[in-house]
């Protein structure tokens, strides 16, 4: 790997291209032609446009991360000086949960990280909420942890304040394991590696970041974090989500993508989403972890006065219009007359695995194109 992180460095942060189109390059050379990452870096642009197809801005794409190979050789070279370790998406010891779950569209072709990676191979939690929670979810995070590290099962945090955090922290207390996965580059974790030093070292706590290393933390790394953290999860339990939001955004994308996701069904009295979480199709769950079968009456009449539409209507409705052209957040409120805010929306848009966004201003959205026959690296 230490000859082939620096390719593996440029292709992974390519500008732009997203996953699934990094992916489905990676399957076409490495798959189908038998080339290492290196191999393709020394095509000619007459052969990475023949035969793979690409166009002028994307094989402009390819010479600046071409231009950027030595950078990117000084950069791999001290992250191996310093401990980390780079898995690009070919490797035997990459996720298969985290694969499995994201699938080809979804899954970043590089992992960083310090640590134990044989914690990856473990069964694997991830119990999420608000930054702001309420001492009772709080109180729900820490009993979670508790179960999970009795059974041996790993708890993926995304080191975020309130659930996230009281989540390692429980972990490590109740002498489990857990993977921090991180909404920056894995070289700018400083005060983080002196806090958790011990358990980094004792092999309990693995460090990921799927962003360029010395990527400082920014919130949309933060939103683009949050997929990974469901992604290496093999159960997921939410503690409190608001109806926007980050917590918001990632279960009910999980939701769309058939994950199981665990809810705390809340008290009557408190001012959250888990109801509606639970209206979407999540399971409800009691202090323990353990699926309520039947909602008692008035819980279920809550549901029904909070939500007055069945929501999956207006997803329906977005994405039929959308097929139609390109359209702002403000357009789409307009024609579909819907009660959703700007916010919801505009995560709602973001999350969806049929929807693109186009660069303009405003921010317009429409529907990808479909790949026909596309091949997967998870074959």
Do not use: C
């Not at 870096?41 to 007459?46: A, D, G, K, M, P």
């Not at 992250?79 to 996720?95: A, K, V």
Request: hydrophobic share 40%.
């Amino acid at each position: 790997m230490n000859n082939e992180a620096a390719y593996w460095i440029a292709l992974a942060h390519l500008p732009r291209w997203g996953y699934l189109k990094i992916n489905n390059l990676i399957i076409k050379f490495y798959h189908e032609n038998k080339l290492t990452p290196e191999d393709f870096f020394q095509l000619s642009e007459s052969e990475w446009s023949n035969q793979y197809g690409l166009g002028y801005k994307e094989i402009e794409d390819l010479k600046i991360a071409k231009s950027e190979l030595a950078n990117n050789a000084f950069l791999a070279e001290s992250l191996f000086n310093e401990g980390y370790e780079l898995i690009p998406i070919t490797s035997p010891e990459y996720s298969k949960t985290l694969k499995n779950n994201l699938k080809t569209a979804h899954t970043p072709a590089l992992l960083y990280m310090k640590g134990n990676k044989q914690i990856m191979t473990e069964k694997s939690i991830a119990i999420v909420g608000s930054r702001s929670a309420s001492d009772l979810s709080l109180g729900f995070t820490d009993n979670i942890a508790k179960l999970a590290s009795k059974e041996y099962k790993v708890v993926v945090s995304g080191f975020a304040k309130g659930v996230d955090k009281r989540a390692l922290d429980s972990a490590i207390k109740y002498k489990g394991q857990s993977i921090i996965v991180l909404p920056q580059g894995i070289m700018t974790f400083g005060s983080g590696y002196k806090t958790y030093y011990k358990q980094i070292v004792d092999g309990d706590v693995l460090v990921l970041s799927v962003f360029f290393p010395k990527a400082p933390w920014k919130a949309e790394l933060a939103m683009a974090r949050n997929p990974i953290i469901y992604g290496l999860a093999s159960e997921i339990y939410v503690a409190e989500s608001s109806d926007k939001g980050g917590t918001w955004s990632g279960v009910t994308d999980g939701l769309r993508k058939n994950r199981l996701i665990y809810v705390r069904n809340p008290e009557p009295n408190e001012n959250n989403a888990n109801l509606l979480l639970i209206q979407k199709g999540a399971v409800a769950v009691d202090f323990n972890g353990m699926p309520i079968k039947e909602l008692v009456p008035d819980e279920k009449q809550m549901i029904i006065s909070l939500v007055q539409e069945p929501e999956i209507n207006y997803e329906y409705n977005i994405i039929e219009l959308l097929k139609t052209g390109e359209y702002g957040v403000k357009d789409i409120l307009r024609k579909i007359q819907m009660n959703w805010t700007e916010e919801q929306l505009r995560d709602f848009l973001r999350t969806h695995k049929e929807v693109k966004s186009i660069n303009k201003k405003p921010l317009r959205f429409t529907i990808k194109n479909l790949v026909s026959k596309q091949k997967s690296l998870f074959d």
